[in-house]
């Protein structure tokens, strides 16, 4: 059975930093593009991070340019979000998603869109408050 389990999330203080992870298992994450979403309160859910096979950071709004780094673990299978200066408007629940041989997050078109992802984690939610 293929799962993608998020860990990490919780209440962090507005300047604060995040650490979220995801862990696969049943498929080989290096196989796969990484995207990151976060859907805050009454929005829509929006990409902030599509890192492709090669581990490049192929997709950065401006709402997260300069403080976010995505991070994997070959031996453990696993995909790392930290981001840093967390503000209020950070707040929502973070998703991890994964993108077979990077199709969407390899491409040079890619535009923040959700769909198309193979696997989500089940969400984490981030609160920055002080």
């Known amino acids: 059975q293929r799962k993608f389990v998020q860990s990490g999330g919780g209440l962090v203080q507005p300047g604060g930093s995040l650490r979220l992870s995801c862990a696969a298992s049943?498929?080989?994450?290096?196989?796969?593009?990484i995207g990151w979403f976060r859907q805050a309160p009454g929005k829509e859910r929006e990409a902030i991070s599509c890192?492709?096979?090669?581990?490049?950071?192929?997709y950065i709004p401006d709402s997260v340019k300069g403080r976010v780094t995505i991070s994997r673990d070959s031996a453990k299978n696993t995909v790392t979000l930290q981001m840093n200066g967390l503000k209020p408007e950070d707040t929502g629940v973070y998703y991890c998603?994964?993108?077979?041989?990077?199709?969407?997050?390899?491409?040079?078109?890619?535009?923040?869109?959700?769909?198309?992802?193979?696997?989500w984690g089940q969400g984490t939610q981030v609160t920055v408050s002080p």
């Open positions: 998603a994964a993108d077979w041989k990077g199709g969407l997050c390899n491409s040079p078109v890619y535009s923040g869109g959700i769909y198309g992802f193979d696997y």
């Open positions: 890192v492709d096979t090669s581990g490049a950071n192929r």
């Open positions: 049943g498929f080989t994450l290096e196989d796969y593009g």
